[in-house]
């Protein structure tokens, strides 16, 4: 089984930072696609981030118009684990932060969609005072 698990979320004030990580545990590959989606109650989750790689390669990070300069999708390949690091944040930033794999290529057009990944993590909350 994979495992994924958030952490790093908190109540910050607008205009600061916070680093959310997604740990990867139990069976692995080489090739991955893995984004980070986010959700508030009543709405649809929706993507935030999502990069791609294989072995120590990575092909691609991708964002969501709305995060663009301020967000930044990383991986450390030692760690097995995924970072969003969020600057400037924003009250509209406020949400559950889910953490999303997908254990092959995707492109980005795909990479974008939640049905894409076949494992989430928990959640982890984030939320921004104005």
């Known amino acids: 089984?994979?495992?994924?698990?958030?952490?790093?979320?908190?109540?910050?004030?607008?205009?600061?930072?916070?680093?959310?990580?997604?740990?990867?545990?139990?069976?692995?590959f080489n090739t991955y696609a893995m984004a980070w989606f986010r959700q508030n109650p009543g709405k649809e989750?929706?993507?935030?981030?999502?990069?791609?790689?294989?072995?120590?390669?990575?092909?691609?990070?991708?964002?969501?118009?709305?995060?663009?300069?301020?967000?930044?999708?990383?991986?450390?390949?030692?760690?097995?684990?995924?970072y969003l690091q969020m600057n400037n944040l924003k009250p509209e930033d406020t949400a559950v932060y889910y953490c999303a794999a997908k254990y092959a290529a995707l492109i980005e057009r795909v990479a974008v969609l939640r049905a894409s990944y076949d494992y989430w993590g928990q959640g982890t909350q984030v939320t921004v005072s104005s």
């Open 1 to 28: 089984q994979v495992q994924l698990v958030e952490s790093g979320g908190g109540l910050v004030q607008a205009g600061e930072s916070l680093r959310l990580s997604c740990a990867t545990s139990g069976r692995t």
């Open 45 to 82: 989750r929706e993507f935030v981030a999502a990069i791609r790689w294989s072995g120590r390669i990575t092909y691609y990070t991708y964002y969501t118009n709305s995060v663009k300069g301020r967000f930044t999708i990383s991986r450390d390949y030692a760690k097995n684990t995924m």
